[in-house]
T-cell receptor, first 118, second 113 residues
Framework: GAGVSQTPSNKVTEKGKYVELRCDPI?????LYWYRQSLGQGPEFLIY????????DSGLPNDRFFAVRPEGSVSTLKIQRTERGDSAVYLC????????????????FGEGSRLTVL | SQQGEEDPQALSIQEGENATMNCSYK?????LQWYRQNSGRGLVHLIL?????REKHSGRLRVTLDTSKKSSSLLITASRAADTASYFC?????????????FGKGTHLIIQP
């Protein structure tokens, strides 16, 4: 497809379980971002990839959260030992070059993955 | 953390009226962007204004930026029911902060038909 694709769109899990969320960015976009959005709030930055490397992971809340982008395209956000406070919509965005790459910084967002931890 | 603060948090107006939303931020920026989010959907980029620009237009949208006051406004003219959504400002920090955009909490706009 032409846009950013995220799967699953909805995920319900139990406290303590492991979860993976997938993001397929727009083809050719080197920059990929993960955000988390709680109800009634704006998106909160988690991590930014430029190519295969995590250029900035300062937004990850703790070491239960980890993300990879092994081939510079698809990215997976991994959450270990989920807690009820992890419940949120996880948004992925991509851009052609990213902010640090001299781009305008316009982000193209996916529809998000809604995570509910019971 | 969230840098931008939108004001008001919620706004309800009649179709055809103009809607104005404000955003304040804290640090020096390279640019400021506005995004729209329909309920349950992803964000869509509306307009970008650079730190050396004061005003920008795109269709029914008008954005202003006052870097001395660290504030921006988004004006939607001749509103339509389809404009009902949440609107977020986002800043690109020039001070070496996180490479991601920093979003505000948003203004929820309701257009009454």
């Amino acid at each position: 497809g032409a846009g950013v694709s995220q799967t699953p769109s909805n995920k319900v899990t139990e406290k303590g379980k492991y979860v993976e969320l997938r993001c397929d960015p727009i083809s050719g976009h080197t920059a990929l971002y993960w955000y988390r959005q709680s109800l009634g709030q704006g998106p909160e930055f988690l991590i930014y990839f430029q190519g295969t490397g995590a250029a900035d992971d300062s937004g990850l809340p703790n070491d239960r959260f980890f993300a990879v982008r092994p081939e510079g395209s698809v990215s997976t956000l991994k959450i270990q030992r989920t807690e009820r406070g992890d419940s949120a919509v996880y948004l992925c965005a991509s851009s052609p070059t990213g902010l640090a790459g001299g781009g305008t910084g316009e982000l193209f967002f996916g529809e998000g993955s809604r995570l509910t931890v019971l | 953390s969230q840098q931008g603060e939108e004001d008001p948090q919620a706004l309800s107006i009649q179709e055809g009226e103009n809607a104005t939303m404000n955003c304040s931020y804290k640090t020096s920026i390279n640019n400021l962007q506005w995004y729209r989010q329909n309920s349950g959907r992803g964000l869509v980029h509306l307009i970008l204004i650079r730190s050396n620009e004061r005003e920008k237009h795109s269709g029914r949208l008008r954005v202003t930026l006052d870097t001395s006051k660290k504030s921006s406004s988004l004006l939607i003219t001749a509103s339509r029911a389809a404009d009902t959504a949440s609107y977020f400002c986002a800043t690109n920090d020039s001070g070496g902060g996180a490479d991601g955009l920093t979003f505000g909490k948003g203004t929820h706009l309701i257009i009454q038909p």
